[in-house]
């Protein structure tokens, strides 16, 4: 059994696990081209001083910005799994919302009136991404 140093320590060396959601985020902002952080807010319908409260860490997205956010920067499930849980977040495979989020994802359905009819086509109405 590792001591709570050494614990700490092995899971830092994994990158992608040891950021911060605003630090992964950035990462997946590089990587799909988001030179400018306005140009996704925008995409994802977020507010300039939504974006600016969750970007300086003065308050947490909620899983429905989330998923605006990863809907707009295009990512693929794992990087929406990682997004979510460093938000708080999972899509659970036990919940239908969930599975047909990530069906979307995997199946490059990004554009959120899309997402949104897969939503109410399935009873969802009340659940969608807005």
């Given at each position: 059994?590792?001591?709570?140093?050494?614990?700490i320590a092995r899971h830092k060396q994994n990158k992608e696990k040891a950021l911060t959601f605003v630090e992964y985020l950035y990462s997946?902002?590089?990587k799909y081209g988001f030179d400018n952080a306005s140009d996704l807010y925008i995409k994802a319908n977020v507010s300039r001083q939504l974006w600016s409260s969750i970007i300086s860490k003065k308050s947490n997205p909620s899983l429905n910005v989330c998923l605006k956010i990863a809907f707009a920067i295009k990512v693929t499930n794992?990087?929406?799994?990682?997004?979510?849980?460093?938000?708080?977040?999972t899509l659970s495979s036990s919940n239908e919302y969930a599975l047909i989020i990530r069906y979307a994802i995997e199946n490059k359905i990004y554009d959120i009136y899309d997402v949104n009819?897969?939503?109410e086509e399935n009873g969802y109405g009340d659940s969608l991404i807005v």
């Amino acid at each position: 059994m590792d001591n709570l140093k050494d614990y700490i320590a092995r899971h830092k060396q994994n990158k992608e696990k040891a950021l911060t959601f605003v630090e992964y985020l950035y990462s997946l902002m590089d990587k799909y081209g988001f030179d400018n952080a306005s140009d996704l807010y925008i995409k994802a319908n977020v507010s300039r001083q939504l974006w600016s409260s969750i970007i300086s860490k003065k308050s947490n997205p909620s899983l429905n910005v989330c998923l605006k956010i990863a809907f707009a920067i295009k990512v693929t499930n794992h990087e929406c799994k990682y997004l979510l849980k460093k938000a708080g977040y999972t899509l659970s495979s036990s919940n239908e919302y969930a599975l047909i989020i990530r069906y979307a994802i995997e199946n490059k359905i990004y554009d959120i009136y899309d997402v949104n009819k897969l939503l109410e086509e399935n009873g969802y109405g009340d659940s969608l991404i807005v």
